[in-house]
């Protein structure tokens, strides 16, 4: 039978203080690890399980959350980029080619009122445009995309993380994406004002849930 060398460090039984000292540090970092965590979870039951009686959403909640991928996404003048960097802060998303048709133009009217509207909020949350093709958009709404963010993304790519409902098309949707990058939510297709005005109560009381974690700014 083997024996220790005199010379060899004993090893801690279960009981002895090493042990206790090595399972004391491990409870530790699990805490610091849930204090962490924890507003966010808060958050996000607050949101989608109590819920006051009688409430609606508006949009459609995403369940599971997915999880932003790692695309490429260029700015307009072919800077080169990664989608992830978008995160740290709260999207409202739309989609569609460059050439930005009539209802592409109406989405990007209504992210930005309804950004505007958030008032002291409005900082924490970005209004995106992810342009698919290789269409550059018109000079006429080139003014009025300078407080947005605009990034050229792969159609095919796009379609694996953001998804229409059925019977529609991805452009025809406002997504919202939390700072963490996870897509979350989904407004109905063909949104008019008064459904924009229906939208926004949904991200107030998505900036009310996250206050307590969420500040303006994004997070490197």
């Not at 209504?110 to 909020?121: A, F, I, P, T, V």
Request: contains cysteine; positive net charge.
């Amino acid at each position: 039978m083997a024996t220790l060398h005199p010379d060899a460090p004993a090893l801690a039984a279960p009981g002895a203080p090493g042990a206790r000292k090595g399972r004391h540090a491990g409870w530790k970092l699990l805490l610091l690890l849930l204090v962490c965590v924890s507003p966010v979870i808060a958050s996000y039951f607050t949101y989608y399980v109590v819920r006051p009686e009688g409430r609606r959403n508006f949009g459609e909640l995403v369940e599971p959350l997915r999880p932003m991928p790692g695309l490429a996404a260029s700015t307009l003048d072919g800077q080169d980029g990664d989608l992830l960097a978008l995160r740290g802060q709260w999207l409202l998303v739309s989609v569609a080619p460059g050439a930005c048709d009539a209802a592409c133009q109406n989405h990007l009217y209504l992210q930005r009122q309804m950004r505007e509207s958030l008032g002291k909020d409005k900082d924490r949350l970005d209004w995106v445009w992810l342009v698919t093709g290789d269409d550059a958009p018109p000079a006429a709404i080139r003014p009025g995309l300078q407080q947005a963010t605009v990034r050229r993304v792969d159609a095919q790519d796009l379609a694996r993380w953001l998804e229409p409902a059925p019977g529609h098309g991805i452009t025809e949707h406002l997504y919202v994406v939390d700072p963490m990058g996870n897509w979350m939510m989904r407004f109905p297709a063909a949104m008019d004002a008064a459904a924009a005005a229906k939208a926004k109560r949904d991200l107030e009381r998505l900036m009310r849930a996250s206050a307590s974690w969420d500040t303006a700014g994004r997070k490197q």
